[in-house]
């Protein structure tokens, strides 16, 4: 799908017009109907046709409170739709605001992803011109909706991929491959160099795969200075078997997943650097496969850590939590970055308390969190704060190491592994967990399975921006 900016409308072609609830105004400007019987709301649409035989696409847009969730509307209105379009569709957009026609190309975009990769009979993909009608200067706004909603297909290409095919060493090759179209530098440390580097947690936890582990460090820096403003750290475990602590096998397949968190990093920076934003940042991903192995980690075992910490590893499913402790320690002490945020697929403990509607926040920065917070309601992907009190260190407290991977107890799951990661921050006052469990992963009406949701992109790209002073 390509996007140009024209002027104005041609009645006598096909175009969508977006309409307010109960706001028919734009309608009766362009059609004759008394009462339509359409009423703009949220997720509806309807098709009529015009005097010269043209479509006509009247999209609801629901009242003032769904106005976060414009992609949302366009997107199932694409989705069902599409099909009978021609190669060009006019989207009367004088008036929306400059960031509804941003989410709603985004959400157009969003419907162009395809899940069915795998299959032999591929959909044949149809390209499709829109043309955005409108007095104002959009330009920018389009360009943005358009790469941000290309990328989020491309992050749920990967987190949707079988875990026989992103193996760690995928996770870098695609990496590579995004920093040559993107612009930015992008390194992959093999086993070698993290034995070099004392990367023992994340060998520990990829020991008993035959897909060796990986460290990615991917840099996009546009100021002259060398300083990084913010450092990204994701969870990419590309499956999790729970190793040794096997993992029970009714909907293990999901566990493909367990990479959402170091897909959001990627993401993020191919796409602050395809939009050039005026930053430095690190997007870090520690990525192995925790499987079940001879060679596997054990419960029981001492293992070290990036950090020189003592880890007593209590339950091997407990693995993202040590991959995450190394890439973090490494980003604070190699980069000294001004703020750090970690994203991980981390708990199920998490999905138990927001279910799939908010990911869970720690910090103990709270102007980090107000500012997260509020992004997180605009672009509508929420996150929910949770405490880090000092009473839940006792917790972490191993007899015979420095510290324990979990506290062996069916309680405080996701504050028991924020506080884990929270010792390997080497105090960092601008750090920030996201656990993201529950919203990466989930049921849609786009396919019949769990399927990945490109949760994280636009909340850690919009963090970014408020930060470059965009
Ligand atoms: N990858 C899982 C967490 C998870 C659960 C992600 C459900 C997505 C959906 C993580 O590695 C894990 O297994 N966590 C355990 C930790 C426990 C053994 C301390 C959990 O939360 O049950
Ligand atoms: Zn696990
Ligand atoms: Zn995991």
Redesign the pocket.
Known sequence: MSYKHIQELDLSKDFILPCKKDNLETIKQFISIEKPDFDGSFLSDQLIYGKDGNRIYLVGLGEDKNATQIEATFRKFAFETQKNWNSEIQLYAENLDNIAVQKAIIGLEMAQYKIGEFKSNKEAQKEVSVLIASSKEIKEFILEGSFTGKTINKIKALVDAPPNVKTPEYLGEWAQKSSKEAKYTSTVLKVKQLEKQGFHAVLAVGKGSIHPPVVIINEYKAKKTDAIDIALVGKG?TF?S?GL?I?PSTNLH??K??M?GAAVVLGVVELVAKLQLNINIIGVVAAAE?AVDANSYRPGDVINSYAGKTIEI??T????RLVLADGINFAIKKYNPEYIIDLA?????V?RTFGYAAAGMFTENQEMANTMSKIGFDVHERVWQLPMFEDYEADLQSDIADIK??NGKPIE??I??AKFLESFTENHKKWMHLDI??V??GASQYAKMKSATGFGIQLITNFIKEKAGN
């Open positions: 475990i999790d729970g602590s993992k999901y566990m997943s367990d959402g925790n209590i339950d499913d407990a693995e993202g697929t981390l708990t199920g403990s999905v991977n979990f799951g996701a028991n592994a469990a529950g990466s992963f």
